[in-house]
């Protein structure tokens, strides 16, 4: 089991900025590929990012491209998404996710193994 636990989500105005962060235990969290979704009221859970297990290599949803960066730390077991130029339809729940052992990455709620509780990100226009 790999347990996940999200924190930075908060209150921000549009063009402002947040970093999120998710901690790992359990296994061995460099064996699993981190990626990161988001789910707004009334919509289903959607991909926001993902990163590899080494860290070299990501990917973005077209919507956030450019704005958000992930990133992981290995040694710390975490994983990080900094959201910068925030805009009101960002407001979501934003859940960190690990997925299959050895893959490459999680792009889809399928290919997610294991999910953290969700950390509220409300941006105000």
Request: with cysteine; glycine share 12%.
């Amino acid at each position: 089991q790999v347990q996940l636990v999200e924190s930075g989500g908060g209150l921000v105005q549009a063009g402002g900025s947040l970093r999120l962060s998710c901690a790992a235990s359990g296994r061995t969290f460099s064996n699993y590929p981190m990626g990161w979704f988001r789910q707004a009221p009334g919509k289903e859970r959607e991909f926001v990012a993902t990163i590899n297990r080494s860290g070299g290599n990501t990917d973005y949803a077209d919507v956030v491209k450019g704005r958000f960066t992930i990133s992981r730390d290995n040694a710390k077991n975490t994983v990080y998404l900094q959201m910068n130029s925030l805009k009101p339809e960002d407001t979501a729940v934003y859940y960190c996710a690990a997925g299959r052992a050895y893959s490459n990455f999680v792009l889809t709620t399928r290919s997610a193994e294991y999910w953290g509780q969700g950390t509220q990100v409300t941006v105000s226009s």
